[in-house]
């Protein structure tokens, strides 16, 4: 491949720049610094490659023309194929190349990677195929190691220092470990973990004890319970065996009495309580006998004593007759005073009856007194007759007042009026004076009616004018309508179209009656005037009266007429209460009569009252009222004359019927002289005598029936006696007697037994443990048992158990401490988090040896294959170069470079001059080339290679660049002036480039 | 007829969180509490709430040798929920097998622990509906069985509810946790299925649910987000679910376009701006800072200047109780080589990619990873541990080089 030209749009300093590299393929581009000649290289990259990224594109995209886009074309020549120009430019087409290839065609971006450039990159044109001698700057201070690492690098790839990386990672590493050090961070990590690790044991030891703490607190905890249990036993075993042997000595005494009850078993039939039932029925028995004699002999004491009590029956028959005298004989002592009073009472009542008989016989004797009516009712009707009357009599006063007073009033204004009458005008003359006073007042009336005339009149004119007008047209418009149609009828007759013509013709007669007609009705049908001539005389007539004179003391007549006006009124005034006043004397007349009428027809209701009610007639009234009292008082004396007088007789015959029965019991009890006390004495004695008798009668008869009852209980009991010897089996009371004194002897035993039992269920009162301990008592459970081996049992299993409860608070404190301080959980995580900090540590030193151990494993594999090739190619350019002074070049096992001269000798290149060590290092950059297996020959680029070459060195060099170039273009890069060779050619670069833009 | 309880799982209780060297004591002592924070809070929540029971499915602990610390922490949180009469149901998982070494604690009457074998436990309390909870503990730390064909579903119970710590069949990494298929479970027929195992919150099933509620705690940096557990009420007609956040730490992960950051005032200030809105209202955060897409950077990213640039923006985080403590910055740089590219090459750097392409081991590591003192803390190099450091140091090389031959 070979750069045929360039045309940069722009680029760095190039603007529109274009440049013919020549058909040779050795050229040298000769500029000064800052000419751009790194800038065209740079160009020529970014066509062949692609723009690199921004950053360092950057210093090629700034400038003054910034329209232009940043790039160009480069055409190159490819042997066999022909020229082909690539055009790339940063924004057009996105900075992808189009390539115009030789028979037209184009192709694109993808063409040139894959096709024309195999894959070759620019970093591999950087490395390989372009190179300076920058780094051959400090060679002078290359201590041989270095110079040869150096050099060993850039036959490697180019220009880096693999050595050096090499170091830098052996560096890193060992600073991050060392086998056998200390202080590098995993060294120091490893240390710490190891003291966590010992801490950690340390606590994995602690918390075993903890484990077996637990299991221990978990083991006592059961023993615990299980002694708990067990002391529990043991004390309930303890107490049962002291209750037991609190009654085990009242259980060997029941056991005894119950063994000596069982001899008694042939007194079986002997009756329970039989001896004491015995003696109890036969005590009774005597009792019972010296009771009954008892009785009988206070029978007889009573038989006699009754004896001697005497009743007489007669009197108790009368018992009731006595007591009834008795009480009447009270009676008639103790209203006899009553009756003393009652006969005084009744004298002055008559008396006084005789008195008010007298005051009212003045009045009329003639009158019976019991035969009037009196009553609440009778009275009220009096007041009222009474009461109208004297009201009927007042009114009739005042009416008699009034009128007298009326009469002088009435008096008084007829003389009033006559007076005003002759003060006053004649009316005629009055007349005449209002109708002067009222002319005044027509005379603005009248003004007024002649200005509505006036407008009255303009009305009328304007319409007359307006009548006139239509009276014109009234004529004027049926004339034309009539003519002009007339005309045309005729026209179309004469024309021919005579229905047409007659039509028009009678048309024409039709609007000239309708518009005739029209205009009459506007015109109007009244005449305007006659109405404007009696207007006119109207107003005539009202001038006329306009003009008449006013009068000339006109003021004067109108205060007269005032004067003359207000005596008329006042007149008038009194004229009209006079007629008044009369009216209201008549009518009172008319009243006065009526109530006098009233009155007198009152006064005979009074008396026609007096009639019927039988009471006397009188003139006076006012003395009804008086009469009526008078005679209302005698009637009630009256009544209580004849109350006194019944009662009087009453008394007198219930004495009499007194003495009569009195006079009647004295005979039947022949007791003439008894009084009703002495009766009633005797009785009440009869009546206790024979109460005694009955009493002493009742005592008898109850004392023998209680004599009875005695012998019947006496049979009963020696009843009961016998059987009970029958019971025993014996016949006699002896017997009977020796029976029961052994029967009383068991019954004893037996009592023993009960108490015995009783104390017993005293001293245990639980019936179950009472069965249970006659059970043990019957089997002898305890009989082996001593209290002391249970006291001591209790004994030691409360000592066990606190010696356990203190080993439980012990291990419960413990574990407590440890659960609630657990430093070993963060002991545990610092641990794991330095593990995993180590680890990290780890791998990033794992990194560096592995990138170290790879950078090796290259370098020895480049040793081997690589190295041989590129030495071999470089040892023919050294010859080339030195003129066979030098034919080989190696690379010894101790890493240094070693040059074989033309007769044999080994010289260490590190010993020669920096001439000789710059042309090997040339040497091995063009023997990379040259082994590089590239698709075309692809032109290389050497930037100011040979400045510190000696003239001959130089010479060479460019003669065995001469010859690379035959195979591929060399483009040699230089601001040092270069003597022209054959086959090389020239370009110069100007750095005045950016002025000479136009 | 309803019930409410609280699905978890995960707890790990007391799990030692790794890599955060860097955390001050203050916040490492809150880092460290922070399982024991959450557990706290789902009692807090299940008293609240008066929830009927807790269903805890699994890795209770962190470990087969539970820390004493998580156990008894465990049962206060167990007494306290027995105060409030709210029972527990709890299985015990991969990290926590029956077979583990333990000290003897007994968590209260209210705790039901499911044995090694599939088994049924009832909830059975006056006025409430009578639920049936299926389940079984780990017994060693490995079951590569489907212990499914042993849930039998007995219809003596309104409700039926299964635990299950494991993971789904095809998952490989997984497969020796129980595997199960998402058809097997519903076959069941069950009302709810409470599953453990999986750390992230994930709904396998919405009706009838069957949910991973997802660690408690996020317990390393790749459990990022919110986590917790969910509320549950299972009625009749159906369930509702409510996600309640338990986490006192969080994690985040954090991708930063870094485009036009030049300098490191620019990068400070950008930094801060993330910090302030990564901080959450009372929880702490710990957060990963991952930046992209900036040549600028590369420099600024020297070793130095992140710890320089972390000290900045960790000042004052220390005191606070809504911390936002970035645990680390790396730096996912645009690369300015292609790869493929590389390797295809005949160049050094593709001999070199070629040659660790055929590397499977270094053994040089054996200086450290065979220390005698040294192995007894490390994790043993896995094959997938040695790959990735192998890739790792060529991408240091590369980066090496390639910048001195383009410089």
């Given at each position: 491949m070979k750069f045929i030209s360039v045309y940069i749009e722009r680029f760095g300093q190039f603007y529109q720049w274009s440049q013919t590299f020549g058909e040779g393929s050795f050229l040298v581009l000769y500029g000064p610094n800052e000419a751009g000649?790194?800038?065209?290289?740079?160009?020529?990259?970014?066509?062949?490659?692609?723009?690199?990224?921004?950053?360092?594109?950057?210093?090629?995209?700034?400038?003054?023309?910034?329209?232009?886009?940043?790039?160009?074309?480069?055409?190159?020549?490819?042997?066999?194929?022909?020229?082909?120009?690539?055009?790339r430019y940063l924004h057009k087409n996105e900075g992808q190349a189009t390539l115009y290839l030789?028979?037209?065609?184009?192709?694109?971006?993808?063409?040139?990677?894959?096709?024309?450039?195999?894959?070759?990159?620019?970093?591999?044109?950087?490395?390989?195929?372009?190179?300076?001698?920058?780094?051959?700057?400090?060679?002078?201070?290359?201590?041989?190691?270095?110079?040869?690492?150096?050099?060993?690098?850039?036959?490697?790839?180019?220009?880096?220092?693999?050595?050096?990386?090499?170091?830098?990672?052996?560096?890193?590493?060992?600073?991050?470990?060392?086998?056998?050090?200390?202080?590098?961070?995993?060294?120091?990590?490893?240390?710490?973990?190891?003291?966590?690790?010992?801490?950690?044991?340390?606590?994995?030891?602690?918390?075993?004890?903890?484990?077996?703490?637990?299991?221990?607190?978990?083991?006592?905890?059961?023993?615990?319970?299980?002694?708990?249990?067990?002391?529990?036993?043991?004390?309930?075993?303890?107490?049962?065996?002291?209750k037991y042997k609190a009654c085990e000595s009242l259980f060997i005494d029941y056991q005894f009495l119950l063994s000596k009850i069982t001899e008694f078993t042939d007194h079986a039939s002997f009756p329970d309580e039989g001896l004491s039932q015995y003696e109890q029925w036969h005590g009774r028995i005597v009792t019972l006998q010296g009771e009954a004699a008892e009785l009988r002999s206070r029978q007889a004491a009573l038989k006699e004593r009754m004896q001697t009590i005497t009743v007489d029956t007669a009197f108790i028959a009368k018992e009731e007759e006595i007591y009834s005298l008795r009480r009447e004989y009270e009676f008639i002592q103790s209203v006899e005073p009553e009756f003393q009073v009652r006969n005084e009472s009744l004298r002055l009542e008559q008396k006084e009856y005789a008195l008010q008989l007298q005051k009212l016989g003045v009045v009329d004797a003639s009158i019976n007194i019991e035969t009037l009516q009196t009553g609440f009712h009778i009275k009220q009707e009096l007041k009222e007759l009474l009461q109208r009357f004297e009201s009927l009599k007042q009114k009739h006063q005042v009416l008699e007042t009034t009128i007298d007073e009326q009469e002088d009033f009435i008096t008084q204004l007829q003389e009033t009026c006559n007076k005003g009458r002759e003060n006053s005008m004649p009316d005629d003359q009055f007349q005449a004076l209002e109708t002067a006073i009222f002319r005044d007042q027509d005379r603005q009336l009248l003004i007024q009616e002649k200005q509505m005339k006036q407008q009255q009149m303009g009305d009328l004119e304007a319409r007359k004018q307006t009548q006139k007008r239509i009276e014109t047209l009234m004529i004027g418009l049926p004339s034309g309508f009539l003519l002009s149609l007339f005309v045309l009828g005729v026209v179309l007759i004469y024309f021919g179209a005579g229905l047409s013509g007659g039509l028009t013709i009678g048309f024409g007669l039709l609007f000239a009656a309708a518009s005739f007609l029209i205009m009459r009705s506007l015109k109007g049908r009244q005449p305007v005037e006659p109405i404007l001539k009696a207007i006119k005389k109207e107003m005539q007539r009202i001038d006329e009266l306009l003009n008449q004179k006013s009068s000339e003391d006109q003021q004067q007549l109108k205060e007269s007429y005032q004067v003359e006006k207000s005596k008329r009124d006042q007149l008038r005034f009194d004229t009209q209460r006079l007629e008044e006043a009369k009216q209201s004397y008549k009518e009172n007349i008319t009243r006065f009569d009526n109530v006098r009428f009233e009155m007198n027809q009152a006064l005979a209701e009074i008396k026609q009252w007096a009639k019927v009610y039988g009471f006397p007639i009188v003139n006076n009234a006012v003395i009804y009222l008086d009469i009526y009292d008078l005679i209302e008082g005698v009637k009630e004396r009256k009544i209580r004359m004849h109350h006194l007088e019944v009662q009087q007789q009453e008394h007198v015959d219930r004495k009499e019927a007194y003495e009569h029965k009195l006079e009647m019991l004295q005979q039947e009890l022949e007791a003439p002289e008894y009084q009703p006390f002495d009766f009633e004495a005797d009785l009440v004695k009869y009546k206790e005598n024979q109460s005694k008798r009955r009493q002493l009668e009742d005592t008898i008869q109850e004392l023998q029936e209680q004599e009875a009852g005695l012998m019947k209980k006496i049979a009963r009991y020696q009843e009961e006696c016998d059987k009970l010897l029958t019971e025993a089996g014996v016949e006699t009371e002896e017997a009977f007697r020796h029976l029961a004194k052994r029967a009383e002897e068991l019954r004893e035993l037996k009592k023993q037994?009960?108490?015995?039992?009783?104390?017993?269920?005293?001293?245990?009162?639980?019936?179950?443990?009472?069965?249970?301990?006659?059970?043990?008592?019957?089997?002898?459970?305890?009989?082996?048992?001593?209290?002391?081996?249970?006291?001591?049992?209790?004994?030691?299993?409360?000592?066990?158990?606190?010696?356990?409860?203190?080993?439980?608070?012990?291990?419960?404190?413990?574990?407590?401490?440890?659960?609630?301080?657990?430093?070993?959980?963060?002991?545990?995580?610092?641990?794991?988090?330095?593990?995993?900090?180590?680890?990290?540590?780890?791998?990033?030193?794992?990194?560096?040896?592995?990138?170290?151990?790879?950078?090796?494993?290259?370098?020895?594999?480049?040793?081997?294959?690589?190295?041989?090739?590129?030495?071999?190619?470089?040892?023919?350019?050294?010859?080339?170069?030195?003129?066979?002074?030098?034919?080989?070049?190696?690379?010894?096992?101790?890493?240094?470079?070693?040059?074989?001269?033309?007769?044999?000798?080994?010289?260490?290149?590190?010993?020669?001059?920096?001439?000789t060590k710059e042309q090997v290092y040339v040497s091995l950059r063009l023997a990379l080339a040259a082994i590089f297996s590239a698709p075309y020959a692809l032109p290389l680029f050497i930037d100011?290679?040979?400045?510190?070459?000696?003239?001959?060195?130089?010479?060479?060099?460019?003669?065995?660049?001469?010859?690379?170039?035959?195979?591929?273009?060399?483009?040699?890069?230089?601001?040092?002036?270069?003597?022209?060779?054959?086959?090389?050619?020239?370009?110069?670069?100007?750095s005045e480039r950016m002025e000479s833009y136009g | 007829m309803s019930i409410t309880f609280i699905h978890a799982a995960d707890l790990h209780l007391d799990r030692p969180f790794k890599g955060l060297s860097s955390l001050p004591q203050a916040l490492k002592a809150r880092v460290r509490e922070s399982t024991f924070t959450a557990l706290d809070r789902l009692v807090e929540t299940a008293r609240e709430q008066s929830v009927d029971f807790v269903i805890l499915a699994g890795d209770i602990f962190d470990e087969a040798n539970r820390s004493l610390r998580a156990q008894l922490h465990l049962k206060r949180a167990c007494q306290s929920l027995e105060e409030q009469n709210i029972e527990v149901f709890m299985s015990h998982g991969n990290h926590d097998p029956l077979n583990g070494e333990w000290h003897e604690i007994t968590y209260g009457e209210n705790v039901h622990v499911f044995g090694s074998a599939p088994e049924v436990l009832g909830f059975n309390r006056p006025g409430k509906p009578k639920v049936n909870l299926y389940g079984f503990s780990y017994e060693t730390r490995h079951i590569t069985e489907s212990m499914l064909s042993l849930y039998q579903r007995k219809s003596n119970a309104d409700f039926h509810i299964g635990l299950l710590h494991g993971s789904i069949k095809g998952n490989t990494d997984h497969d020796v946790y129980a595997p199960f298929t998402v058809q097997e479970l519903l076959e069941k027929d069950f009302d709810y299925w409470a599953l453990g195992h999986i750390h992230q919150r994930l709904a396998l099933q919405q009706e009838p649910p069957i949910h991973y509620p997802?660690?408690?705690?996020?317990?390393?940096?790749?459990?990022?987000?919110?986590?917790?557990?969910?509320?549950?009420?299972?009625?009749?007609?159906?369930?509702?679910?409510?996600?309640?956040?338990?986490?006192?730490?969080?994690?985040?992960?954090?991708?930063?376009?870094?485009?036009?950051?030049?300098?490191?005032?620019?990068l400070v200030t950008k930094l801060k701006e993330v910090k302030e809105k990564s901080r959450l209202h009372s929880q702490g955060v710990l957060l990963r800072l991952q930046l992209k897409k900036s040549n600028h950077l590369k420099a600024l990213l020297e070793e130095e200047f992140v710890e320089e640039l972390l000290e900045v923006l960790r000042e004052g985080e220390e005191e606070r109780r809504d911390f936002v403590w970035p645990y680390t910055i790396q730096s996912s740089l645009t690369q300015d080589y292609d790869y493929e590219q590389l390797r295809k090459e005949s160049h050094f750097l593709g001999d070199l990619i070629r040659l660790s392409e055929n590397i499977e081991s270094v053994p040089s590591l054996d200086e450290l990873y065979k220390h005698v003192r040294a192995r007894q803390y490390l994790e043993p190099l896995r094959e997938s541990d040695q790959r990735q450091l192998i890739k790792e140091a060529e991408r240091l090389l590369i980066e090496v080089l390639h910048k001195e031959i383009t410089s």
């Open positions: 000649k790194s800038t065209l290289m740079a160009f020529i990259k970014a066509i062949l490659f692609g723009f690199p990224k921004k950053t360092e594109l950057r210093p090629y995209i700034s400038g003054p023309i910034e329209k232009l886009d940043i790039g160009g074309t480069l055409t190159i020549e490819i042997e066999s194929i022909g020229r082909i120009k690539i055009e030789p028979h037209g065609d184009l192709g694109d971006e993808d063409d040139l990677q894959r096709q024309w450039l195999k894959g070759y990159s620019r970093r591999i044109y950087d490395s390989i195929f372009s190179f300076n001698l920058e780094g051959l700057k400090d060679l002078d201070r290359m201590k041989a190691d270095e110079f040869n690492h150096y050099l060993f690098s850039t036959g490697m790839m180019g220009s880096s220092n693999i050595f050096k990386l090499e170091n830098h990672l052996q560096k890193k590493a060992a600073h991050l470990f060392k086998p056998s050090g200390s202080v590098p961070p995993i060294n120091k990590l490893i240390s710490e973990l190891s003291e966590l690790k010992k801490k950690l044991t340390s606590w994995h030891r602690t918390l075993d004890d903890y484990k077996h703490w637990k299991q221990e607190l978990t083991t006592l905890l059961d023993q615990q319970g299980q002694e708990e249990e067990r002391l529990k036993a043991t004390e309930h075993r303890h107490a049962q065996f002291l037994r009960e108490s015995l039992w009783l104390q017993i269920n005293h001293v245990v009162p639980q019936q179950d443990f009472l069965n249970q301990a006659m059970r043990w008592f019957e089997t002898g459970y305890w009989a082996e048992t001593q209290e002391e081996e249970l006291i001591q049992e209790v004994k030691a299993l409360k000592e066990s158990l606190a010696s356990k409860q203190k080993r439980i608070a012990d291990l419960n404190s413990a574990i407590r401490q440890l659960e609630e301080t657990i430093p070993h959980a963060d002991l545990k995580h610092e641990y794991e988090e330095k593990r995993s900090e180590l680890n990290d540590l780890a791998k990033q030193w794992a990194v560096y040896r592995t990138a170290k151990e790879l950078l090796t494993e290259a370098k020895e594999a480049y040793r081997k294959t690589q190295l041989p090739k590129v030495l071999h190619q470089a040892s023919e350019y050294i010859k080339e170069i030195t003129a066979g002074r030098y034919k080989n070049i190696f690379f010894s096992e101790e890493d240094q470079f070693i040059l074989e001269l033309t007769e044999g000798k080994i010289i260490p290149l590190y010993q020669l001059s920096r001439g100011d290679g040979f400045v510190n070459f000696d003239d001959d060195r130089k010479e060479q060099t460019i003669n065995l660049l001469k010859k690379i170039a035959v195979r591929r273009q060399v483009i040699i890069l230089t601001c040092h002036e270069m003597n022209p060779n054959q086959g090389m050619e020239r370009i110069d670069l100007s | 997802g660690s408690l705690q996020g317990l390393s940096a790749k459990e990022t987000g919110d986590k917790g557990f969910y509320l549950v009420q299972l009625e009749e007609q159906g369930s509702e679910m409510t996600f309640i956040s338990a986490a006192d730490i969080i994690w985040q992960h954090l991708e930063l376009s870094m485009g036009e950051v030049e300098t490191m005032d620019h």
